[in-house]
C-alpha cells in the first residue's frame, strides 16, 4: 500500500523536547516505520523548516521525508502556519494528481486541512488524527490560547468531510461526539510504545544514595504543570526533582519558561533540589526514566501524553494528573496514581506513600509494563491502523448510490 502521511509541523526528524517538538513527532516517526517494516511504501511530508533540509530525505527504516516549500524555510511556531497551508495543499495536490497514495493519513487540523484540499475530487481517502483539539485548548488555557480563532470551526469541518478520525483516546471521542461527530467512523488508536527500547531491563542514571527521584520528561511550556510538581516538592523533603526538554542546556539561561520555573523553585526554596537537563537525545530517555523512583506527569490537559506510557514500559511507577489520555494509560493503584490537575497539595500527598514504600513502587512498575507490553506496542497500533485504511479503501470503491457502474 502507498501511505502519505501529512504532519505539517512536526517532523519525524526533529529532536524532541523543543516546543513544538513532543509525541506526535513520536507518533509519526514510529507509526511509519512501523508501515514501512511491513513492507508498505511511507512518504511522509512536513514543511521545509531549515532552507539546508533536503527536499527528500530517507530514513533508516525506508521512509521518505518530503520538505515542503511552504513559507519561509525557517523555525516558525504552529500557531502561525495556517496562512502557509494553501501553497502546502499546493504541493500536495501537484504530486498527488501524477503520484496518488492509497490513504493519506493526516496528523494534527492544519495537515488535516491541507490533506482535504489537495485529495478534493482525486478520489484518495484522507485519516485524520488530530493529536490535540481546539476546543479543548480553549477551555483549559482560555486567553492563553495561541491558536488561530478559525481553529474549531475548521476542526468540525474536517470531522465531517475525512473518510475516518484515528482518536488517540477516549477523552477525545467524547469531544468529537460533542461536536457531532457520528461514534460510528471514529476508531480508537492511541499512541504507541518501543518496548524494546522501553524496558525495565537496562542502564539508569546515576543516582545520590539514600535521596528520592522524581522525573518530569516534558516539553517546556505552561500547561505541562511543571510549576504544580515545584510546588509538591515543599512537602516532598529528601526528594530530588529532575526535568528534562526543552532547549540544549547550553540555552536554558534564554529561556522564558526554564527561567520562570527556577525563579518559581527558587521562591518555593527548593532549587537546591531541582536540576533543569535541557534537551536530552532520544537514547538517553530509557535511562533517565530508569533512574526516577517516580516519574510526575501534571499537564492541566493532555490529548495522549506518550511519557507516562513509556515510564511504565521501563517499570517505573507514574503519578499523573487524570486528564486526557493519562486517564486510559495509567489505572489508579494499579500502575501509579492518578491525581486532579493544577492541586500541588494532592500531587505530593499522593506521591509520598510511594516513594516511602519501595514493594508498592515495585508492584506499580511490574504491572505497568505489563500493561505496556499487552495493550501499547507499535506492531498492535500499526495493525490497528491498517484496519482504518482497509476500510477507508473498500468505502472508497463502492459507488455512490445512482452513480454509474
Excluded at 511552504?70 to 504530486?95: N, T, V
Aim: proline share 8%; glycine share 8%.
Amino acid at each position: 500500500m502507498r501511505i502519505d502521511m501529512v504532519s505539517e509541523h512536526a517532523s519525524p526528524l526533529v529532536s524532541l523536547g523543543e516546543v513544538d517538538a513532543g509525541g506526535q513527532n513520536v507518533h509519526v516517526a514510529e507509526l511509519s516505520a512501523g508501515l514501512a517494516r511491513r513492507g508498505h511504501q511511507v512518504v511522509v511530508h512536513t514543511r521545509r523548516d531549515d532552507p539546508r533540509a533536503p527536499a527528500v530525505q530517507r530514513c533508516p527504516s525506508g521512509v521518505r521525508v518530503e520538505h515542503v516549500p511552504a513559507g519561509p524555510s525557517r523555525r516558525i511556531g504552529k500557531d502561525e502556519l495556517l496562512p502557509y497551508m494553501g501553497a502546502f495543499a499546493q504541493h500536495l495536490r501537484d504530486r498527488w494528481a501524477s503520484h496518488p497514495p492509497d490513504v493519506v493519513h493526516a496528523h494534527f487540523w492544519m495537515s488535516g486541512l491541507a490533506a482535504l484540499i489537495a485529495a478534493n475530487d482525486l478520489g484518495i481517502p484522507v485519516v485524520q488524527t488530530f493529536h490535540a483539539l481546539g476546543v479543548v485548548k480553549r477551555r483549559h488555557q482560555g486567553d492563553a490560547d495561541t491558536s488561530p480563532p478559525q481553529r474549531e470551526q475548521v476542526e468540525r469541518l474536517i470531522a465531517r468531510r475525512v473518510a475516518a478520525i484515528a482518536a488517540t483516546c477516549s477523552d477525545e471521542v467524547f469531544e468529537l461526539s460533542r461536536m457531532g461527530v457520528p461514534r460510528s467512523r471514529i476508531s480508537v488508536v492511541p499512541c504507541g510504545v518501543d518496548t524494546e527500547q522501553f524496558c525495565p531491563d537496562g542502564p539508569a542514571l546515576p543516582r545520590v544514595p539514600g535521596r528520592g527521584r522524581l522525573v518530569v520528561l516534558t516539553r517546556l511550556v505552561p500547561r505541562k504543570g511543571i510549576d504544580t510538581v515545584i510546588s509538591a516538592l515543599v512537602a516532598l523533603p529528601g526528594v530530588e526533582l529532575l526535568v528534562a526538554g526543552g532547549p540544549p542546556a547550553s540555552q536554558l539561561v534564554a529561556d522564558p519558561e526554564a527561567q520562570r520555573l527556577l525563579e518559581h523553585a527558587r521562591r518555593c526554596g527548593v532549587a537546591d533540589r531541582m536540576q533543569m537537563l535541557g534537551q536530552i537525545r532520544r537514547r538517553q530517555v530509557p535511562a533517565l526514566l530508569r533512574s526516577a523512583d517516580v516519574v510526575v506527569c501534571a499537564p492541566w490537559y493532555e490529548p495522549f501524553g506518550i511519557v507516562p506510557l513509556e515510564a511504565m514500559a521501563c517499570g517505573v511507577p507514574v503519578v499523573a494528573a487524570a486528564v486526557g489520555g493519562i486517564t486510559d494509560t495509567v489505572v489508579d493503584r494499579v500502575t501509579g496514581r492518578l491525581v486532579p490537575p493544577r492541586r500541588p497539595d494532592l500531587l505530593a500527598r499522593a506521591l509520598r506513600p510511594v516513594l516511602a514504600d519501595a514493594a508498592l513502587r515495585a508492584g506499580y512498575g511490574a504491572a505497568g509494563a505489563d500493561r505496556a507490553r499487552s495493550r501499547y506496542t507499535w506492531e498492535r497500533v500499526v495493525r490497528d491502523t491498517l484496519r482504518i485504511y482497509d476500510r477507508c479503501r473498500s468505502a472508497a470503491l463502492v459507488p455512490a448510490a445512482g452513480a454509474p457502474r
